[in-house]
T-cell receptor, first 113, second 110 residues
Framework: GENVEQHPSTLSVQEGDSAVIKCTYSDSASNYFPWYKQELGKRPQLIIDIRSNVGEKKDQRIAVTLNKTAKHFSLHITETQPEDSAVYFCAASGDTGFQKLVFGTGTRLLVSP | SQTIHQWPATLVQPVGSPLSLECTVEGTSNPNLYWYRQAAGRGLQLLFYSVGIGQISSEVPQNLSASRPQDRQFILSSKKLLLSDSGFYLC?????????FGEGSRLTVL
């Protein structure tokens, strides 16, 4: 089955800096890669996702890149703000609904003013 | 978009007591449903998933069980809770792509 590794486990940056979180996956059949943000005590919420037919996707200050050959994908947050502080999870699965999302272990991002 | 209702939001239960967490989904039909558990400061552990009424797959052997009596209803149960069952339980629903989470049920077993 799929295995997703995520690093770093914690990341501290100054406000305005960029943050990068990296994930690797094992199953070459996976073709859907979402990123979730979880604020303290709340549910995870999707912030961006990418499918395997695309190498990069951007949404304002957030971008995700995918390298299918190397089986890794990354989340990039530019111009970080204190409200970006949260735990971020990557995941991988097939694109059809019945396939399970396998999550990484999470990255705790702390943005200091 | 989907809406997932989950209750109760919080509960404190003694060791050995039973458990029932309920989840209902609106805004979609025939969703794939999931129960995840998150221990304090940890990641998301998939407990059960269901692709249809009465169809349950278990990911981790434990003293929990799940049932899906209706298309958009998913229930997590236990006959006797353990201390290690404490955590944040999240129901999730997936249609064609995105996985949506409910607001979660925080369980403390004392």
């Amino acid at each position: 089955g799929e295995n997703v590794e995520q690093h770093p486990s914690t990341l501290s940056v100054q406000e305005g800096d960029s943050a990068v979180i990296k994930c690797t996956y094992s199953d070459s059949a996976s073709n859907y890669f979402p990123w979730y943000k979880q604020e303290l005590g709340k549910r995870p919420q999707l912030i961006i996702d990418i499918r395997s037919n695309v190498g990069e996707k951007k949404d304002q200050r957030i971008a995700v890149t995918l390298n299918k050959t190397a089986k890794h994908f990354s989340l990039h947050i530019t111009e970080t703000q204190p409200e970006d502080s949260a735990v971020y999870f990557c995941a991988a699965s097939g694109d059809t609904g019945f396939q399970k999302l396998v999550f990484g272990t999470g990255t705790r991002l702390l943005v200091s003013p | 978009s989907q809406t997932i209702h989950q209750w109760p939001a919080t509960l404190v239960q003694p060791v050995g007591s039973p458990l029932s967490l309920e989840c209902t989904v609106e805004g979609t039909s025939n969703p794939n449903l999931y129960w995840y558990r998150q221990a304090a400061g940890r990641g998301l552990q998939l407990l059960f998933y269901s692709v249809g009424i009465g169809q349950i797959s278990s990911e981790v052997p434990q003293n929990l069980s799940a049932s899906r009596p209706q298309d958009r209803q998913f229930i997590l149960s236990s006959k006797k809770l353990l201390l290690s069952d404490s955590g944040f339980y999240l129901c999730a629903s997936r249609g064609s792509g995105e996985l949506f989470f409910g607001e979660g049920s925080r369980l403390t077993v004392l």
